[in-house]
């Protein structure tokens, strides 16, 4: 690739900044749905341990009943309303992301209290998307540095990884 100037490399230096910031973006946007989607789809079931989180313990004999009373599902950690799992959003600005809850009762389920145990969700839900995370920022980049959504054509790889 040849320049005329200096102002058309600078030029094509901006756009190619432009185009690798948009894809970036992109990837950034659905890795959040992926990981507020799956927060979501915790909530109501236990949950294994992963990383440095805990599997959920047992409710206690004492929440069943009293969300038995209120008309609540029985075995269903975390759901009653549905209030707290609804929730769960996510915002991106740029190349920043915000995935969490409005609830305020949810930072007592994700770390726990003295008298209950943690039942984190969006730790967790970080951790079980790792590697799609991975995959779909690094196509995003690659993508970004090398050609936009041609590329992808090109490689044979859907636009949705």
């Given amino acids: 690739m040849e320049f005329s100037s200096l102002g058309s490399l600078a030029l094509h230096l901006v ?5 690798l910031l948009a ?11 992926k990981v507020e989607t799956t927060a979501k789809d915790e ?13 959920w313990a047992d409710l206690a004999d004492s929440t069943e009943e009293q969300k038995a009373k209120m008309g609540y599902p029985s075995d269903a950690p975390l759901l009653a309303s549905g ?3 609804n929730s769960i959003t996510h915002t991106t ?5 915000v995935i969490g809850s409005t609830d305020e009762k949810m930072v007592y389920h994700e770390f726990g209290t003295p008298k209950m145990p943690a039942r984190p969700v969006m730790g967790p839900a970080v951790l079980r998307n790792k590697e799609y995370i991975r995959r779909v920022l690094g196509l995003a980049t690659v993508t970004g540095l090398i050609g936009g959504s041609a590329i992808h054509a090109s490689l044979g790889y859907d636009s949705t990884p």
Wanted: proline letters at 5%; charged letters at 15%.
């Fill in 83 to 85: 209030a707290m799992q």
């Fill in 93 to 97: 600005h740029v190349l920043e992301t």
């Fill in 23 to 33: 894809s970036l973006h992109e990837g950034l946007e659905k890795c959040a749905e």
């Fill in 15 to 19: 756009s190619q900044e432009v185009t």
């Fill in 43 to 55: 909530i109501g079931h236990y949950q294994l341990g992963i990383g440095p989180f805990p599997a």
